[in-house]
């Protein structure tokens, strides 16, 4: 096995956001030297990476010359140039996950494409090459609006209800799904190294904002009976078995009103839905993540006590320098740990940070969590 502690070994990571300033814990805990290349350099990762590099990540010579400084190559965001990781994978660098499995997960279309093609089940969509070909033949209402590349955090995805609603959507490629029926949205982290071990964290439950279409709680366990846990953990293993990637993977999945689990999206990476981890997991998704793409054994997945995550985001009405209005009431608070991100500059319903609340009762956790979320607000001088 390669040396990987204490030694000339480099970690290179694309994106140096909150994933990336989180995931560095886990590399510093065993001492692995670590590049990170991001296009801001106010990065969360910028001030604590060992090197930091400024730079574009759709750009192909930025992103090639990057790979070529780095003993093998991890993502925290799948928004960057595939055809430079093609390149620097045909030249021998080690890349995980690997382009082919990003090149499918960072296109919606071919997502959607891709479960239909191994037997994953999903709500059924369409495919379109533009917003005019939508407006030419507009499907049957209401439906879920999902740009083709490049939504992120609730953005790039739209339920359109009514025929006018088709105006405001913009000139991309996209696609439409079926406006599903359901009663949870859930979520399982599987993680894979190189030598086939394979690792499922418990299944998650999501709340979220109905305005944002971000997650506002991350409940682990999730709220569901063993049946259907079971069922969302098997179909997991069966997306990650199928994309056969190296790394983490968060699957999230809607289950129904008559208890099915339909595939919504997959993100090759660290994820929102796996955060609560850090405090209530014996090991947390980025060590996992590190283990992973290390070929390490992979830790253990399973809880030491009931989690929440609040997710921190800016209030709307404020833009400008962050304060963070009550942080000192959430601290006092027993089995609640805060994350500050690093942003300095917050907007509404930009990602700040979040909040673990931690209890052996879930139900004690979540009314926590309520009190944390109507208490800690991220406003601006």
Known sequence: MANYFS???????????????????????????TAVLDPSAQAPCALISDAFVEGDLMDFDTVYQFGKSVDLLTIEIEHINIDALYKLEEEGLEIYPQPKVLATIQHKGKQKDFFGKHQIPTAAYKRFSSGAALKKNPPVLPF??????????????????????????????????ELVPFKNELAVIV???KAGERATYPVVEMEFHPEANQVEYVICPARISEKVAEKAQKIALKVSE????????AV????TDNDDILVN??????HNSGHYSIEAAYTSQFEQHLRSILNLPLGCTDSKLAGIMVNLVGEEGFSGPVVYENIEAVLKMPGVSPHIYGKKQTRPFRKMGHVTIVDKDIDTARRVAETVKNTLRVISK
């Open 191 to 193: 993680a894979r190294n």
């Open 265 to 270: 999206e997959v993100a090759p990476r660290t």
């Open 242 to 249: 199928s994309f056969a990637h190296i790394g983490l993977m």
């Open 7 to 33: 030694s000339n070994f480099r970690l290179g990571i694309l994106g140096g956001g909150q994933l990336g300033k989180m995931l560095l814990t886990a590399t510093q805990q065993l001492d692995i030297f």
């Open 144 to 177: 879920v609006w999902k740009s083709a590349q490049f939504g992120y955090d609730g953005t790039g995805v739209k339920i359109v209800r009514t025929l006018a609603e088709l105006e405001t959507l913009p000139e991309v490629e996209c696609l439409i799904e």
């Open 252 to 255: 999230e999945m809607f289950q």
